[in-house]
């Protein structure tokens, strides 16, 4: 059993910053790769970005590319995501996601989820 708890979610003005925190339980976490999803309001939930097992591998979304970096420290258990020049449409709830295949994009390949956290970039 898996457990993700996401932290670090809050208001910010456009063009700031916020790193997420993702809080991992069990002894799987070293050996799995992890993602970050976003969901804003009347939106499916999207892919933002996946990084491998050991953090050798990441993958960003387009949309994300050159602003937002993922990163882990498997001593602590914990994946974060730091997201930088933040957009207006950036605004969603932030999900934090352990992947059973690999670094993957695609949701059906995540089989835990954490509560999410919520970010507001306000213009």
């Known amino acids: 059993q898996v457990q993700l708890v996401e932290s670090g979610g809050g208001l910010v003005q456009a063009g700031g910053s916020l790193r997420l925190s993702c809080a991992a339980s069990?002894?799987?976490?070293?050996?799995?790769?992890m993602g970050w999803f976003r969901q804003a309001p009347g939106k499916e939930r999207e892919f933002v970005a996946a990084?491998?097992?050991?953090?050798?591998?990441?993958y960003n979304a387009d949309s994300v590319k050159g602003r937002f970096t993922i990163s882990r420290d498997n001593a602590k258990n914990t994946v974060y995501l730091q997201m930088n020049s933040l957009k207006p449409e950036d605004t969603a709830v932030y999900y934090c996601?352990?992947?059973?295949?690999?670094?993957?994009?695609?949701?059906?390949?995540?089989?835990?989820w954490g509560q999410g956290t919520q970010v507001t970039v306000s213009s």
């Open positions: 996601a352990r992947s059973d295949y690999g670094l993957a994009y695609t949701q059906a390949r995540y089989d835990y």
């Open positions: 990084i491998s097992w050991n953090g050798g591998r990441t």
């Open positions: 069990g002894r799987t976490f070293s050996s799995s790769a």
